[in-house]
């Protein structure tokens, strides 16, 4: 615990904000870390309710309770702030969908629909999430969105490295790397999609969709079934 003044949960870890009396038995450092916090927890709402956009740094300052020069402090910008807050986001969805790979069947096909189903659960669970990591981080240059892709491209490559042995669950003349963005390209469109719906799709829907698509890219010799199917 920092100090007194309030608390919430965010990213799963407890955020604490400390009140300005309780500042004088803090270093230097912990004041800058409970800024820091405090702005990304204002971010992970701003950017999603009013859009990366229409978020001004004043507007981030006033729902962090800090003035624009401990903004400057902390961050370089906007777009730094929201590439924080999409790495910590990409950073959990990557760990839900280690946990169900890790839990389902031991089959490649098995393996990757747990993963499918395992990401969009988690990431639809709260629609600011689900509208940072697909949507407005989009909206914020290249750099977020590299950094994005380059982590989400290694975890389901490495899921069709990881297939068992014997199978080939790569057509044959197909670029593995091509065929993982592709895929995960019509994973993005479809929560883009969940997100802007005024009447969203059930999430078991983009789940069935995601698994389909995926029944008809890969050969019959890894179609095992699974609990997914």
Known sequence: MVGSGGHDHFFGREVWHVSGRAYRGLSA??????RRERLISAAYTLYASLGFPGTTIERLCSEAR??????????????ELLQVVHERCIEEA??????SVQEAPDTFLGRLEAGIAG???????DRRRARIMHLEVRRAGDQPLLASRERTMSAFYKVIEDAPE??????????????????????QELIVDWVLAEDPPEVEAVVGAAVHLLRRVFPASVLQPSEHA
């Open 29 to 34: 450092d912990e004041r800058q870390a409970d």
């Open 66 to 79: 800090i003035s624009n020069r401990a903004f400057y402090e902390c961050f370089s910008g906007r777009e």
């Open 94 to 99: 990557l760990g839900s969908v280690a946990k």
């Open 119 to 125: 990401y969009v659960g988690f990431v639809t669970q």
């Open 166 to 187: 014997g199978t080939a669950p790569v057509p044959s003349g197909v670029d593995p790397h091509l065929l993982s963005l592709a895929m995960l390209g019509a994973l």
